[in-house]
């Protein structure tokens, strides 16, 4: 199973992406969690130590040349287009029981999209990672899907847009919504997150008509406490496991 999730700044994709990796790991399930969202913190959310620590990989300059045989930070000249990266999920993750975390990091964003070594890599390395790897993948992106090109987006099982009660982030799924189309992304489910009440609910049910949704996740103080001393949402005690465990088996 690949899932992909995006949707608007501060949603709480990545306190969701979380949720679900610990979750499918009690499970017995492997997961390979990737943090795509160059303002990384899945480590944290997932309860990795030192999460701060891990270098991202597009900060890995050597390897990037040894890979791509260019120099990072070069634009245009000649670089391998398809580099090998099959051994870097295992080579550079950072395992914390079964699920191993590889943290992308950012590549300078050029005009029309950086043609660049760092961006290269990364888009190869995202690439055999949900075509090619028998693990669960669960992608943290940024409000967009910038990293899936048409091979990869073709690949995914599902991109969940995590959305909130309110007109921004459901103008957000739409427009996510948009650019999958155009990779022909089409398995697209909402988690409405945030909820506060049946009225929560009914305002997301009314202006998500257009899309399946997979559940939903109560507001919970727990969550902000967590995310505040640094602890896993998964390790507090919240409804939300329970909800998050009910998405999975729809999955
Ligand atoms: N169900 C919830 N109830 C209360 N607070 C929540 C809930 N889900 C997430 N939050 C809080 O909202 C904030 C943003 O969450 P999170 O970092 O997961 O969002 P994000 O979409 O990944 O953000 P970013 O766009 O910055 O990556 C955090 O403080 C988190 O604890
Ligand atoms: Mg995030």
Redesign the pocket.
């Known amino acids: 199973m690949k899932l992909a999730i995006s949707?608007?700044?501060?949603?709480?994709?990545?306190?969701?992406?979380?949720l679900l990796s610990r979750t499918l790991d009690e499970q017995g399930k492997h997961v390979l969690a990737i943090d795509a969202?160059p303002?990384a913190?899945f480590a944290a959310?997932l309860g990795i130590e030192n999460s701060d620590k891990i270098t991202p990989i597009a900060e890995m300059k050597d390897l990037i040349f040894e890979r791509t045989e260019a120099k990072p930070g070069t634009i245009g000249g000649f670089f391998k287009l398809n580099p090998k990266v099959d051994d870097l999920p295992d080579a550079l993750s950072v395992k914390m029981g079964n699920i191993k975390l590889m943290r992308l990091g950012g590549v300078p964003k050029g005009g029309g999209g950086c043609i660049c070594p760092e961006s290269t890599l990364l888009k190869a390395l995202v690439m055999h990672i949900v075509l090619a790897r028998d693990e669960v993948v669960i992608l943290?992106m940024?409000?967009g899907i910038e990293h899936l090109g048409r091979a990869t987006a073709q690949a995914v099982d599902k991109l969940i847009i995590?959305v909130e009660p309110g007109r921004r982030s459901i103008d957000t799924a739409t427009n996510i919504k948009k650019l999958a189309a155009e990779i022909r992304l089409e398995n697209i489910a909402v988690v409405g997150?945030?909820?506060r009440s049946e009225k929560d609910e009914q305002f997301l049910n009314k202006h998500l008509s257009e899309f399946e949704i997979l559940g939903f996740?109560?507001?919970?103080?727990a969550?902000?406490e967590?995310?505040?001393e640094g602890i896993s949402?998964y390790d507090v005690n919240s409804p939300?496991k329970a909800q998050v465990e009910k998405m999975i088996s729809r999955l």
Not at 7 to 14: C, Q
Request: charged share 30%; proline share 3%.
């Open positions: 949707g608007k700044g501060g949603v709480g994709k990545t306190t969701f992406a979380a969202d303002d913190n959310a943290d940024e409000a995590v997150n945030k909820i996740l109560s507001y919970d103080d969550l902000i967590a995310d505040l949402p939300s």
